[in-house]
């Protein structure tokens, strides 16, 4: 394998390690601040005990997070040189702002609301939990907002003199039709991992409970506990799913207009069609080397029309498939799905067509990636709506083997739907590093051999499987322990020890 290759495994093994950590922050910080207001409100000190147990989850997280995301930062200079230099001007801008006001945000407030208990008036410790979830929603936004642009480089032009992309507009870039898309799709997605992480381990807990109460022949009052979190958790994952799949098909008809290519290779449509099908399974073929490959289908299940509803909300539709996709760019270079291209694409339209550049993405990466993301998501959801079937009008449960590998399963759904969502978005997005602008091959840094890339990537890989050990190992231990005692605060003395109550 050549520097590009393991630049490009290296950044991804980081980045999706590092995304697994990612939609659990931004989903809990909100949940643990609606659980910490129905408890100001209710004066139901479960609310409060459900705070806390949570609190624990989401501080080992917020760790793991920060500490493997650091490594992105330094891969940007390190392993990407040459795109940095080339779009640092435009990219560096939202990551600025996420370092120094979200990100900022988040870690101000949140020793702010790990040290205020107790210390700080009951609203004003509220609001510390509310900015943190805030300032998590807006480092997501700055992030997207830079990736979505790497997507569709609105806002930019190309300055000959110095060689590089610059910013001619930042409102552009932030109200990029595919930011404007990803950006609720995101965070929907986020409260869905929330959502079934609660209702996993409160659902785990139930049934732990009944069966301690039949071998016991007593009432766990906990029980009511964990099924008032499951519920809340159910719902969570209920209407953010819903919010979820109608961002999705948003991002669909963005997809369409500005990424055919991405849409064809996700759909495996291999030819241009009217009322085109969906392929449920598909395994597509190449055939010759070079400007000359074709595409195949060897096998495929189709539903019909349904991707040209999926696309243009027209059973009817044209839908442009991979071969006339590739002569079209072949031929006239790249043009979205409107036949147009925006002011940076074009600046570099004729040298693109002087370069080996073959525009079609990895096919079967693109195809599986996409259903992966959607059958996950789909199953945690009716997962969520049986739940709530089964805790109606004070119902517990009964539990049992299956249902009990069904709750430990259940947070990985949306967790793993998250991580092949992104997988999909950018292998989908090759060969380029900026679409239609920038190839990936371009970007690396001239300097970095493949022995060392290999090193580094090796070295990452097993630091961050200690890690994963690590994180895993706490959160089972802080499950195990279940919800903490309500303990009344020690208010004077000169040993007060610091309390995570009230």
């Known amino acids: 394998m050549d520097a590009e290759v393991l630049s490009r495994w290296q950044f991804g093994i980081t980045t999706v390690y590092h995304f697994f950590f990612v939609p659990i922050t931004i989903g809990i910080t909100w949940l643990m601040a609606g659980m910490q207001t129905a408890w100001m409100r209710t004066r139901d000190d479960q609310w409060l005990r459900l705070v806390k147990f949570f609190a624990r989850l989401m501080l080992i997280n917020f760790a793991a997070g920060v500490v493997t995301g650091i490594v992105q930062e330094f891969q940007f200079g390190m392993n990407w040189s040459e795109y940095s230099r080339f779009v640092g001007d435009i990219f560096g801008a939202p990551l600025a702002l996420e370092a120094l006001i979200a990100f900022f945000m988040e870690s101000t407030f949140i020793g702010l609301w790990i040290f205020g208990w107790n210390r700080l008036p009951r609203a004003l410790h509220l609001a510390c939990i509310y900015l943190v979830a805030v300032g998590t929603t807006a480092s997501a936004a700055f992030i997207l907002s830079a990736n979505c642009w790497m997507q569709n480089p609105v806002g930019a032009v190309y300055n000959e003199a110095t060689g590089r992309a610059e910013l001619s507009s930042f409102t552009d870039v932030l109200t990029n039709p595919f930011f404007l898309a990803t950006f609720p799709h995101q965070i929907g997605a986020s409260l869905m991992v929330a959502g079934a992480l609660l209702l996993g381990v409160s659902g785990w807990w139930m049934a732990a409970r009944r069966r301690r109460a039949q071998d016991e022949a007593g009432v766990e009052p906990d029980t009511g506990v964990w099924r008032r979190s499951a519920r809340l958790g159910a719902w969570v994952l209920l209407f953010a799913g819903i919010a979820t799949l109608v961002s999705g098909d948003l991002q669909a008809q963005v997809e369409t207009r500005y990424q055919p290519m991405k849409l064809a290779a ?237």
């Open 266 to 502: 996700s759909e495996g449509l291999i030819e241009t069609e009217d009322g085109a099908p969906f392929s449920v399974v598909a395994i597509i073929t190449t055939e010759g080397t070079g400007n000359d490959v074709t595409y195949h289908k060897a096998l495929s299940i189709e539903v019909p029309y349904v991707l040209s509803i999926l696309a243009r909300h027209d059973p009817n539709a044209t839908v442009q498939g991979i071969q006339d996709l590739r002569q079209q760019y072949l031929d006239e270079g790249y043009r979205n799905g409107d036949g147009e291209a925006d002011q940076l694409q074009e600046a570099f339209a004729s040298e693109l067509r002087d370069m080996p550049v073959d525009p079609v993405p990895d096919v079967m990466v693109s195809f599986y990636g996409f259903r992966l993301m959607i059958g996950l998501g789909v199953l945690a959801i009716l997962i969520g709506v049986v739940m709530l079937w089964l805790t109606r009008r004070g119902r517990v449960p009964k539990g049992g083997g299956f249902f009990t590998v069904v709750m430990v399963c259940l947070p990985f759904l949306p967790l793993l739907a998250n991580s092949f969502g992104w997988i999909f978005t950018e292998m989908g997005r090759q060969p380029w590093l900026v679409y239609g602008v920038l190839p990936t091959a371009a970007g690396v840094s001239p300097g970095n051999g493949a022995g060392d890339l290999l090193f580094t990537m090796i070295l990452y890989t097993l630091i961050y499987a200690a890690v994963a050990v690590v994180v895993l190992k706490l959160f089972i231990r802080t499950i195990r322990e279940g919800l903490p005692a309500l303990v009344a605060p020690v208010t004077s003395g000169a040993d007060r020890p610091m309390s995570f109550a009230y």
